[in-house]
Every structure is written in C-alpha cells, then in structure tokens.
C-alpha cells in the first residue's frame, strides 16, 4: 500500500476556529454597528492561515492543448461511470475517484490552452475557477503532451505556468506523455524521443516532476488501473521530495478562504449551509478575479484582497 505522503498541511483547524467563523458571520448577518472602515470582522476576512484540508487527497491539475489526449487522459484516471471529461472543452471540470489506498484522487481537467473559440475574459474566468477547485493547492500541475504535435507554443508552456501560479510551480510541474501505445507500436520510446528530439528534452527538463506515459487507447481495466497507480506513484515521490506538501501560495489560499466563507453562510437557524463542490464554483474570489485586470500570482492577490475590502467596509 502506498503510504500517504501527499499531504498538505497549509494550517491547523480546530474547534475555536470554527466556532469564530460562525461567531463572526452571525455579527456580520446582524449589522453590528462598528467603526467606519473597521473589516476586521468581516466573514471574508476571516484567517486563511487556519485550513486543514484533507490530507488523503491527491489532487491534479491538467494542463495542456486542446487535442492532446487531455481529457481522455483526465478519464483514465478517474474511471468514469456516466459523466466524463471532454464534453466540454471550453470549461474548467473536476472530478474525483477512490484510489487504492483509500485516498481520494481529484482531477481537475482545465480548458484547452490556445483554444481559437474562447475569449481571454473567458478564459481568466475558468483558470480562477481552476485555482478554486484545486484550493488551498495542487500536488501536481500536469502538462498533457502528444510528441506528434509538440508545437513552438507548447514550449512556452513552463513560463506561462509559472506567470499564473508562481515560479516555485515548476517543482511541482510534470509532463504527461499521451499515446505510448502508438509510441509503442512505431518503435519509439520516451528515452529515444527525448534523446532525438533536443526542444523537446530542454522542456521535460524544466518540468522537475520529470514525466510519465500514458496509453490513451489501453482497453484492459486493470492496465488502465495500473498506469494511474504508476503515475500516482510518482506524484508521491515528486511531493515527498518537495517535503510532503501540495503546492500553495498567497493566490491558492484566497481561493481557500473564499470557498470556506461561501460554506459557512448562515441558514435561518444559524448552520452553515452550501457544499464544498457550489462553494468551489462561485465564491468572492473567482468573482473578484473577474472583476481584475491581473494575471500573475501577485497581481491577483492584490486585486482580490482589494475588492474583498471594499465589500466588506460597505457592509
């Protein structure tokens, strides 16, 4: 059995913590008469230095070019019974399975990169949706590759993932080569591809996770099982080297805090209502990130901590 090791721990939660979110919210739906310009105790102000995600999840970022074998990849791992990835490319979508062990694996299939037939407001608006499904942080960023179609554009592809999620992301970054089989079948292995093809070796070498391949068209159950439970492996050792933890920085805890504050809305009765999967769709932080101009990690925290704070001094 594989032993837990991608954990995230980003902050610890206890009972007080939670007892002072809903202490918080319940001052906030009373309209406590406090200072002007006081959000000390406003509900979207609330620590994101408190979360405790769960520790048996493995979470995974796709990434890569519509026609990759993304989302065929995205469905080899979870397994799927009814709803797959892939019916619309345009959109971000999660999903999740149990893996082996008993943790819990979820994979979140982002929009195709240089999709032609989505608008850069578009496409913003599903990369925070993207960050907010995968909050307070991914273990891997995984970059779908077909070699057949490794094009110019797809060599940027490091420098536009640290642009969006910080530059330590490439230690967490690994390349996801899709269709071994035919590989395979042409007498071609991974070692040779990189040794013949030198762009494409300078970018699986900037990637530090290394990479993995997958068989797109593998029939057979249990080879399919197998290949995920070999790229989860690595994943684990990638984590374990980075010191046991899932990425996160400033932008991926704003999602946190944003999704924690949209469970913890208030019914009539004073519990907190809203799921988890709602909460990552629609929170104050995608929708201030709508409201931004910014792009890099920076640039996004100011601009989301910005509008937080003029919603709250206007409560």
């Not at 990552?280 to 925290?301: H, L, P, Y």
């Amino acid at each position: 059995m594989i032993m837990s090791l991608s954990r995230c721990v980003v902050l610890e939660q206890d009972q007080s913590a939670d007892k002072y979110c809903r202490g918080a919210l319940r001052r906030v739906q009373m309209k406590r008469p406090r200072e002007s310009g006081d959000v000390s105790d406003c509900p979207l102000f609330l620590s994101s230095e408190k979360v405790n995600p769960d520790e048996n999840y493995v979470t995974i970022l796709l990434i890569g070019k519509t026609g990759t074998g993304k989302s065929s990849a995205a469905n080899i791992c979870i397994e799927p019974s009814r709803s797959q990835f892939g019916e619309n490319p345009l959109i971000c979508e999660k999903k999740i399975r149990l893996l082996r062990d008993c943790r819990t694996l979820a994979v979140i299939d982002t929009p195709g990169l240089f999709h032609t037939t989505i608008s850069a407001k578009e496409m913003k608006r599903e990369m925070a949706r993207c960050v907010s499904m995968c909050a307070p942080g991914p273990h891997v960023f995984l970059i779908v590759i077909e070699p057949k179609r490794f094009s110019r554009e797809e060599q940027d592809m490091v420098e536009s993932i640290k642009k969006m999620f910080g530059d330590e992301a490439t230690r967490h970054t690994m390349v996801l080569i899709t269709h071994g089989d035919e590989m395979e079948a042409d007498g071609v292995s991974a070692e040779k591809l990189l040794y013949f093809n030198p762009s494409f070796n300078e970018f699986v070498s900037k990637c530090l996770g290394g990479y993995h391949v997958f068989n797109n068209n593998e029939c057979n159950s249990e080879n399919k099982k197998k290949q995920v439970n070999e790229l989860v492996e690595k994943i684990d050792r990638m984590v374990q080297r980075n010191g046991g933890l899932c990425y996160t920085n400033d932008m991926f805890r704003e999602a946190q805090r944003a999704i924690d504050q949209e469970m913890f809305q208030m019914n009539g009765q004073g519990e907190p209502i809203g799921s988890r999967d709602a909460a990552e769709k629609n929170n104050s932080f995608v929708r201030a990130v709508e409201q931004t101009e910014a792009v890099g990690v920076a640039d996004v925290v100011k601009g989301v901590r910005a509008v937080r704070e003029a919603w709250c001094k206007t409560q």
